[in-house]
């Protein structure tokens, strides 16, 4: 059956350089050849991004509704004025600042009308606006349990002022997926261990995985003799240099592991990859020994089949990490800690290694740096296990069943 499905997000996914985005981008574009998809969201204030990313979505046949607002930045004074305002809101900041006037207006004004069998809320945080109101069947998206990440980052601060602000953020978010959780028609999660989360902590009774994927063609091992081999001693940190977890994760690296790593191994690399990198650590990493950093890279493959291992210190966190998937459907030997590891159908010492103390993840890195071929055969089965359990082309089938059985239990009901 065709369906119109309405998506409501932050943005126009587009180009893939977050889990975020690509998640979207696979799943979407490989549904969109037999559904009607009307891809709603804000407007941005980065014309010549936009247009490309209208360009991209148009090109599948999405029919994308730009709303009039544009959700406010991240920085500045007004961003800490609005932060301290969400204060006095029964809200977390992202929820209260996404639940804006003109996509009320909108779905107000769209839903009943015929227009859409269903509704897909891409993000938790959309489901304020849906709550209540859409009278179609609808689904929220669940790239992580929220209130688990941000219940992370309060354990992991010590600055007291922004550990007590945190620990405000976290506990609307406890609330507020309490609510939304329970409320939404059906709940898609990442991984079985936010679905079994999101059940037994927040009273959602329909809920169906789709976890993260990856293309095994694109994300192919460096075959060729045009390709570099690994260099054992060069180590590769991936991820988006914005989000918080991440820079977290980049701190633990530079502060502990990659010194005493480096003081083991003098001739060790680290290769920092990610979009929009603060100003704070591209200063920083101008002034550390064997560190470079390479920002909003058009093809990370290279350096996935480039270096010795990926190496995924993450403290904070939910979900599961895409960029794990991608780095052994080329080969890529990981060593991860545990948060980093976790929500993937993959096992220590037989696809990665994984770790549950810095001390560890410091001695799993030498290791592999001084015996290269013994996690290179790790890599070699994760790849196995990525291409036969997480390819896109077999999710977005998942996800299209749920979409249709979506639609089945509102017209039972």
């Known amino acids: 059956m065709r369906l119109r499905v309405a998506v409501i997000d932050e943005e126009l996914p587009f180009p893939a350089d977050s889990g975020k985005r690509l998640r979207t981008m696979n ?32 090109g599948y046949g999405v029919n994308v509704v730009l ?46 009308d015929g227009s859409f069998d269903m509704w897909h809320c891409e993000w938790t945080p959309f489901a304020e606006s849906c709550l209540d109101v859409v009278r179609e069947p609808w689904l929220v998206m ?17 600055q007291p002022l922004k550990r007590w602000y945190i620990k405000q953020q976290w506990k609307k978010y406890v609330r507020f997926e309490k609510r939304a959780y329970s409320q939404t028609p059906m709940l898609v999660t990442v991984s079985e261990n936010d679905a079994a ?9 329909s809920v169906r995985v789709v976890d993260n994927g990856v293309d095994p063609d694109y994300f192919h091992p460096n075959t060729g003799s045009r390709h570099a081999a690994r260099v054992p001693h060069r180590l590769l940190f991936l991820g988006s240099l914005d989000w918080r977890p991440n820079v977290d994760a980049i701190k633990l690296l530079l502060d502990e592991v990659f010194p005493a790593i480096k003081k083991q191994i003098p001739l060790a690399e680290l290769q920092i990859v990610g979009r929009r990198p603060g100003a704070e650590l591209v200063e920083r990493v101008k002034s550390a020994a064997g560190v470079t950093i ?42 991860s800690t545990a948060i980093g590891a976790e929500g993937l159908n993959l096992k220590h010492g037989h696809e990665l290694m994984i770790a549950y103390s810095t001390n560890e993840l410091i001695a799993m890195t030498v290791s592999a740096i001084e015996q290269p071929q013994d996690i290179q055969r790790l890599a070699d089965a994760g790849r196995e296990t990525v291409c036969r359990n997480y390819a896109w082309d077999s999710l977005a089938v998942k996800l299209e069943k749920i979409w249709s059985e979506t639609v089945s239990l509102d017209k039972k009901n």
């Open 27 to 58: 799943l979407l574009t490989r549904l969109s050849h037999r559904h009607d998809i009307t891809f709603i969201t804000y407007n941005s204030t980065d014309e010549t991004v936009l247009r490309k990313a209208e360009e991209y979505w148009r």
């Open 67 to 112: 709303l009039k607002d544009i959700v406010p930045v991240k920085s500045g004074l007004a961003f800490y004025g609005r932060l301290a305002a969400n204060l006095v809101s029964p809200l977390p900041y992202s929820v209260q600042v996404h639940n804006r006037q003109s996509l009320r207006n909108y779905i107000k004004e769209r839903t009943g």
């Open 142 to 158: 669940a790239h992580n349990v929220e209130s688990l990440i941000w219940q992370r980052m309060y354990e992991t601060e010590s």
């Open 197 to 205: 989360l999101a059940k037994q902590d927040f009273g959602a009774s």
């Open 294 to 335: 390479h920002s909003d890279v058009p093809d990370v493959r290279p350096f996935l089949w480039e270096c010795g291992t990926m190496i995924v210190p993450l403290r904070i966190g939910g979900g599961s990490r895409l960029k794990i998937l991608e780095a052994l459907a080329t080969s890529c030997p990981v060593v």
